[in-house]
């Protein structure tokens, strides 16, 4: 049983970022329906109610490379109480040029948010997840990473850095933290098959988008990764889930990708 579901306490309160769709989206679902009250934010209103209204959470209008609007989460947040869970989730990809030939504004943007962006959050609800960590026992730092942090691919050097970046931070901060009870947990998925992911990076080619899965046997999906973080911070308090990389079986490795139906050798 989960640390949520064995506290006789109130519901744990959790944070998720870049909740307006994709992965955000299913982590506040799922949360929801386990009994966590859940804080969703993104900067689109217009999603994040619908949200709200699918699943009674809270929302906030909130884009994680603008300071004043971190600072007004943090500040909400610090009316309520505490902070249990934080998963950073808001990411993404730009483009998929060669090294030789991509826009460094790209690049800026893409370290922006997924890295500084991330950062951002940390540090503002950090001291809320150690009001958290005393009253449930643990609080969780949850960030999505990627498979393309540990390995490179053509096109795909502005991400590899930027979430190899995540990564990078994510090991310093759980270094940081020894000594308390807050656990630092990196998912790490491979092809997920989300709404937008691949078509925000390909500026809405969808005939780019769509060759990217043709053929890929049941790619992950965004319920996927939502269902290996709610079980990451539903452990029991002393388990930590340092790093869980996670594909689906037709992707063996990053650059190893299989289309057609998946069949034993006989």
């Given at each position: ?26 982590t ?9 009250e ?66 460094p ?22 001291p ?54 807050i ?5 790490a998925?491979g092809?997920?098959h989300?709404?937008?992911f ?9 005939a ?20 290996v ?6 452990c ?31």
């Open positions: 049983m989960g640390t949520n579901e064995t506290s006789s306490r109130a519901p744990r309160r959790a944070l998720v970022s870049g909740a307006s769709s994709g992965i955000g989206a299913a506040v679902r799922a949360l929801c329906a386990r009994g966590y859940v804080v969703a934010i993104a900067r689109r209103e217009d999603r994040l109610a619908s949200l709200a209204q699918e699943t009674g959470c809270t929302t906030m209008v909130c884009d994680v490379t603008n300071e004043h609007d971190v600072e007004a989460v943090r500040a909400y947040l610090a009316k309520r109480g505490s902070l249990d869970i934080l998963v950073a989730n808001a990411g993404g990809a730009i483009g998929a040029d060669p090294v030789g030939e991509g826009d504004r790209d690049w800026s943007a893409m370290f922006e948010l997924n890295v500084i962006g991330t950062q951002r959050l940390i540090r503002a609800m950090l809320l997840l150690r009001h958290g960590a005393l009253e449930h026992q643990v609080a969780d730092i949850v960030s999505l990473s990627s498979t393309a942090a540990f390995v490179s691919y053509e096109g795909g050097g502005g991400y590899n850095a930027a979430k190899a970046g995540v990564h990078a931070m994510l090991g310093a901060l759980r270094l940081e933290l020894a000594g308390e009870p656990r630092v947990v990196e998912i998925p092809m997920v989300t709404e937008e691949a078509l925000n990076r390909f500026a809405g080619d969808e780019k988008r769509d060759a990217l899965y043709e053929g890929v046997e049941a790619p992950l999906v965004a319920d996927d990764v939502a269902d973080i709610v079980y990451a911070v539903g029991p308090a002393h388990v930590n889930l340092d790093l869980v990389q996670m594909r689906p079986v037709a992707q063996a490795a990053q650059h190893k990708l299989h289309r057609g139906p998946l069949r034993p050798k006989l």
